[in-house]
Structures are given as C-alpha cells and as structure tokens.
Nanobody, 131 residues
Framework: QVQLVESGGGSVQSGGSLRLSCAAS?????????MAWFRQAPGREREGVAT???????SYADSVKGRFTISQDNAKNTLYLQMNSLKPEDTAMYYC????????????????????????WGQGTQVTVSS
C-alpha cells in the first residue's frame, strides 16, 4: 500500500521559488519504480512535470527544464520539487504519483523506463503564481 502526502504549495510572485514535498509511505518490494510530479490547471489537461526513476535518473517537461529540479531523500521517503523562476503559467494543482511496475529496458548501459501506470496519487497542493 502507498500513501502520498504533498505539501509546500502557496502563492508567490512571478520569479519566485517554492519547494514542494511529497511524503511517501511506501511498502513495496518493487525494484523499479517511477515517482513523478504532475500538475493540472483549471480547464486544462493534467501534464507531467518531472519524473525520478529508480536508478536515480530524471526527466522534465520542456516547459520547466532549467527551472525545476526533482529530487528525493530516501532516508525520509520524501520526493521534492524545487521550483525556481516561477511564471504565472505554472499556476496549477500539483500532485505526486508513483508507478510501482514500470516497463524497464536495459540497453547500452542505461535503463529506459515506460511509466504508464501511476496507480497511487496524493491529494495535491496548490501553487499560484501572480504576475
């Protein structure tokens, strides 16, 4: 069973920073997993923001590359999203999610993940950026 609890959202001005946290109660024997941040703004589809894979690699949406950083503290079972240079278009509800059974391929000395089964979600934390 997995429980995810996000925190750290708030209201900031454009150019400001926030750090989101996702505390995970994660009891699993899965060797491979994907932990990700998603966001959804009113009237828009949910979009993936950043992903951390079980080998420590990361990926980001183009819209946040160079501004957001995903990280994790294994000792605290916590996933973070550091958000810098925030823009009004970053305003959304932010969710963390976990896929405990991703497709994994090892080729050329690196893992490739297919994370398509995010079965566990937090309740979300609101981020509002004003201009």
């Amino acid at each position: 069973q997995v429980q995810l609890v996000e925190s750290g959202g708030g209201s900031v001005q454009s150019g400001g920073s926030l750090r989101l946290s996702c505390a995970a109660s994660l009891y699993t024997s899965s060797t491979y997993y994907c932990m990700a941040w998603f966001r959804q703004a009113p009237g828009r589809e949910r979009e993936g923001v950043a992903t951390m894979y079980s080998d420590g690699s990361t990926s980001y949406a183009d819209s946040v590359k160079g501004r957001f950083t995903i990280s994790q503290d294994n000792a605290k079972n916590t996933l973070y999203l550091q958000m810098n240079s925030l823009k009004p278009e970053d305003t959304a509800m932010y969710y963390c999610a976990v896929d405990l059974a991703p497709g994994v391929r090892y080729y050329g000395g690196a893992y490739t993940y297919n994370c398509a089964k995010y079965n566990y979600w937090g309740q979300g934390t609101q981020v509002t950026v004003s201009s």
